[in-house]
Structure formats: C-alpha cells, structure tokens
C-alpha cells in the first residue's frame, strides 16, 4: 500500500471510528452524547474549570460550550461554584450525579474496548497505543486544530 492510499485509508477508518463512538454513546446513557461525556471526563480530569477553559482545550466555539454545559447544568450533571481565589470566576465541576453517570459510562466503554480487542496479540495492543498517542500528541502550526498542516509544492 503507497503512502498516499494508507493516509487515506486511515482517515476513513477514524470517519468510521467517530461515527461509531457518537452512535454508541446515545446508547451507553441516552441523555449524554459524546461531546457530554467528553466534557464531563475533562472536568473530572482537571477537578473542574471554566467554560472557557473548556472552549479552548477543545478549540470550540464559546456559545457551542454553553450550550453543552447548559444542558448538563439542567440535568444536574455539573454545577458552577465560584472560584475561592478569584470570586467573579465560576468553576464547573462534576455533581455526584455527574460522577456517578460519567463511572458507568466510562466502564461501559472500557467493557466494549475490551471486548472488541480480546483477540488482539499483545504486540499488536502496545503498537495500537503508541500510534494512539503519537498521533493525538501532535501539536502542528495550529495547535488544537485537526487538520494537518498545508502541502508544500
């Protein structure tokens, strides 16, 4: 396989994968959608930010954030409390709920990851990894931004 047919054959298959990681998290816990459950792993990561942080780590729009932080505020997933050192700042954080939804969520996933590479071999499993986290770490021209850099004539 030439480079150039690889490159897109993996852009497809990360199409698919994509696809498929939306679809499945409807049925994982119909009130939470990938992006819910990617924000609420973040706030659990970081032991809570801003809006704004978030809007920025994910390169989204601020009014996007809003409204995904609105509908997990309404389903009492999340709650704002003011920061302590700087107190016109509100802080985001997981409600028990919220853990609670974002745990069962998180091992269902695993489950399912498990389940789908139970026959992978070992090597096969590292190398997977390796590539996963060398291709999410690169950092290109704009940082945050998916698309690679231009093409050089």
């Known amino acids: 396989m030439e480079a150039a047919e690889a490159v897109e054959t993996i852009q497809r298959e990360m199409t698919s994968f994509a696809?498929?990681?939306?679809a499945s998290a409807g049925r994982l816990h119909p009130e939470?959608?990938?992006?819910?459950?990617?924000?609420?792993?973040?706030?659990?990561?970081?032991?809570?930010?801003?809006?704004?942080?978030?809007?920025a780590h994910y390169a989204l729009d601020k009014s996007t954030v809003s409204r995904q932080v609105g509908a997990l505020e309404r389903a009492a997933l999340?709650?704002?409390?003011?920061?302590?050192?700087?107190?016109?700042?509100?802080?985001?954080?997981?409600?028990?709920a919220g853990r609670r939804i974002l745990a069962q969520v998180t091992e269902s996933r695993r489950t399912a990851f498990q389940e789908r590479l139970a026959q992978w071999p070992q090597a096969d499993l590292e190398r997977f990894a390796e590539y996963l986290v060398r291709y999410n770490a690169w950092r290109g021209p704009a940082a945050g931004s998916d698309l690679p850099p231009p093409a050089v004539p």
């Not at 999340?78 to 028990?96: A, G, K, Y």
């Open 32 to 55: 939470l959608s990938l992006v819910s459950y990617t924000l609420l792993g973040h706030l659990e990561e970081s032991g809570g930010c801003r809006a704004t942080d978030l809007a």
């Open 19 to 22: 696809r498929r990681a939306r």
């Open 78 to 96: 999340i709650e704002r409390r003011q920061d302590p050192e700087d107190h016109r700042v509100q802080v985001l954080h997981l409600t028990d």
